[in-house]
């Protein structure tokens, strides 16, 4: 289990993604869970700027369900906050992470089934202070 990051702004919430980011290899799954307003996108720019990725390119893919952002390695931002138990299981998700991928799933306490390793957890929630960020990587 991790020691919790405090986060006080948006910026600090980035950079906590950027260290992450930093120690992510291909395959690797990020699952990201918060309420709304968490700070779930945020901590996406900064997993991109980790990978070496401009995360000025990072928007919420709410709308569009997964956005792609291609560089030395790709990063699939995928939001499930809209979908149905079924079109989760449609995305075949683990398909996203054939080459050099790392994927990062907003709202992934609607999948609606298990994913393997390597798997990161994220779970950001609001605090009367700002945010407190949780790391734990799943076992294999």
Same mark, same amino acid.
């Given at each position: 289990?991790s020691?919790?990051i405090?986060?006080?702004?948006e910026?600090e919430?980035?950079e906590?993604g950027?260290q992450?980011g930093?120690?992510?290899?291909?395959?690797?799954?990020?699952l990201?869970h918060g309420?709304?307003?968490?700070g779930?996108?945020?901590?996406v720019?900064?997993l991109?700027?980790? !990978?070496?990725?401009?995360p000025? %390119?990072? #928007? /919420?893919p709410?709308?569009? +369900?997964?956005? *792609?952002?291609r560089?030395?390695?790709?990063?699939q931002h995928?939001?499930l906050?809209?979908?149905?138990?079924?079109?989760?299981?449609?995305l075949?998700?683990?398909?996203?992470?054939?080459?050099?991928?790392v994927?990062?799933?907003?709202?992934?306490?609607?999948?609606?089934?298990?994913?393997?390793?390597? !798997?990161?957890?994220?779970?950001l %929630?609001? #605090? /009367?202070?700002?945010?407190? +960020?949780?790391v *734990?990587?799943?076992?294999?």
């Open positions: 289990m020691v919790p405090e986060s006080h702004s910026a919430t980035i906590a950027r992450l930093a120690s992510l290899h291909p395959g690797d799954i990020v990201l309420d709304l307003g968490a779930k996108t945020a901590f720019r900064g991109a700027a980790g !990978l070496g990725l401009d000025n %390119e990072v #928007t /919420s709410t709308f569009t +369900i997964v956005q *792609e952002y560089g030395p390695v790709t990063l995928v939001d906050y809209r979908l149905s138990s079924r079109e989760v299981a449609d075949a998700l683990e398909d996203l992470a054939e080459g050099q991928t994927i990062a799933i907003e709202w992934a306490e609607r999948l609606p089934y298990s994913l393997r390793p390597p !798997l990161i957890d994220v779970r %929630e609001t #605090t /009367s202070a700002g945010r407190r +960020i949780t *734990e990587r799943q076992a294999d």
